[in-house]
């Protein structure tokens, strides 16, 4: 277990987020007007958001094997991968919100990539409450993976179309200076990418972590139920 | 088969008026409640107002006689479908009939509205158009999304909460739409919109047609 062909990727994880907090708060960054030095939230907001993608689409991958073929551990898999993505774009909304009160003066500006941001962030939620409401753990398992997919489809207009056919203030569109072939200073790629990798990967191993506990947790549960 | 299905869910519905009129006393008491809240103060529904109530008054009632298409059903009915019919025909044939209901609904609401609280649209055409493309969008994942909630058992809130973040897509373009038709901008500025919404649609129904059977068979 502890061996080190599965200890090389965390190792990887916790080197790259290290280079990315020094990096990331010391590097130099290119002045631009009203964004200044809040430019370095590229590192730590959108990472969270590619962090989240990643994690919510292993969900879905393992929903979909829950469906073919109906293992418990599919289930498991698909559960951990969603609360984890979730706690992601917890962060993600946090942090975008720390960033506007210093940019845009106040944290939630009804922008409408935040507004998209917390109906997806919705979506998670009412996934979890379905999953609690029903006490069959088979039907559990396969009706929870069914919205999980239905979910995920619905999710990508709000995130990925409707935000850009409406105008925002966000970076990247409207105008605004922001994450694009043109704007991205060379530097700040050398940081860019190694902290969106290092954020995914710890972003799995927090997910492994939790389904090792969880396995562990129903393995003493069958203990105590053989007692 | 999709068109006996189909038949059945239209002769159960008169045969049993209770449901169809409690709905449409629903929708005329909450375009009712709008009317007298704003009753001398004709000023005050701007037209941005008029949108907002009018999806509003639209999502309730949709949301509540697309609710009943499974949770409404009895066990041994259902066992009975289980028997006879392919889980495909049943979703296909439920999301036709749901259509054409939430077509019936929000027609009737619009006219309910006009008699109300006047008729800010320039352009009705459009604005037709695009409650055709709601309502589709409605019926292809409300459907769904009753099938899920009727096998929990605290069903009806839990369709509220599993909804509203699924169709909240479709009413925010719905939305966009009928305020271009409110400022008469004509077909160039809603064309994306009523695009977007028709692929969401596109979307939602293969989702709905691929996931209802393992639904099913629970």
């Not at chain 1, 990331?24 to 370095?40: C, D, K, M, Y």
């Not at chain 1, 879905?60 to 993505?85: C, H, M, Q, W």
């Not at chain 2, 439920?94 to 054409?100: D, G, R, T």
């Not at chain 2, 009928?178 to 008469?184: A, E, V, Y």
Request: net charge positive.
């Amino acid at each position: 277990m502890f061996g080190a062909r599965k200890f090389w990727w965390k190792l990887t994880a916790v080197l790259l987020l290290a280079y990315t907090v020094i990096g990331g708060l010391l590097f130099q960054v290119p002045r631009l007007s009203i964004v200044n030095e809040t430019i370095r939230a590229l590192y730590f907001h959108v990472p969270m958001w590619f962090g989240m993608v990643f994690l919510f689409s292993v969900s879905l991958v393992y929903s979909i094997r829950y469906l073919r073929n109906p293992l418990k551990g599919n289930d498991t898999i698909a559960v951990e991968f969603a609360n984890t993505g979730l706690a992601y774009g917890l962060l993600g909304i946090f942090t975008g919100m720390i960033w506007a009160n210093y940019t845009w003066g106040t944290p939630w500006h009804g922008d409408p990539k935040q507004n998209g941001a917390a109906i997806a962030t919705l979506v998670y939620l009412a996934y979890f409450v379905l999953r609690g409401s029903l006490s069959n753990e088979e039907q559990k398992a396969r009706i929870s993976a069914v919205y999980n997919i239905f979910a995920f489809a619905a999710m990508i207009p709000l995130i990925f179309i409707i935000p850009r056919m409406t105008s925002s203030m966000h970076p990247g569109s409207g105008g605004n200076p922001g994450f694009n072939m043109y704007d991205l200073d060379s530097k700040m790629r050398m940081v860019f990418y190694p902290a969106v990798i290092g954020w995914i990967l710890l972003g799995v191993w927090i997910a492994t972590l939790r389904i090792r506990i969880r396995n562990v947790e129903e393995k003493i549960l069958d203990l105590e139920d053989n007692v | 088969m999709i068109l006996t299905l189909f038949q059945k869910e239209f002769t159960l519905e008169l045969r049993q008026k209770s449901v169809a009129s409690g709905l449409v006393i629903y929708l005329f008491s909450t375009a009712f409640i709008c009317y007298l809240t704003f009753r001398l103060r004709e000023n005050l529904v701007t037209p941005l107002v008029w949108a907002a109530l009018f999806w509003i008054t639209i999502l309730f009632t949709v949301i509540n006689s697309i609710a009943k298409s499974f949770i409404g059903e009895r066990r041994g009915r259902e066992i009975y479908y289980y028997s006879i019919a392919n889980p495909a025909d049943i979703i296909l044939s439920k999301i036709a009939y749901n259509f054409v209901l939430a077509t019936v609904l929000s027609f009737s609401g619009l006219l309910l509205f006009y008699v109300f609280l006047g008729m800010p649209i320039e352009d009705v055409s459009i604005f037709s158009l695009s409650i055709l493309l709601t309502s589709l969008g409605f019926a292809a994942s409300l459907t769904l999304l009753s099938s899920i909630s009727s096998k929990a058992n605290n069903s009806s809130i839990l369709m509220a909460v599993l909804s509203f973040p699924v169709v909240i897509s479709i009413l925010l373009l719905a939305i966009k739409v009928s305020k271009n038709c409110i400022d008469g901008l004509g077909w160039d500025a809603s064309w994306d919109e009523l695009l977007t919404l028709a692929a969401i649609n596109c979307l939602v129904s293969a989702m709905s047609y691929l996931l209802f059977p393992y639904i099913w068979r629970s």
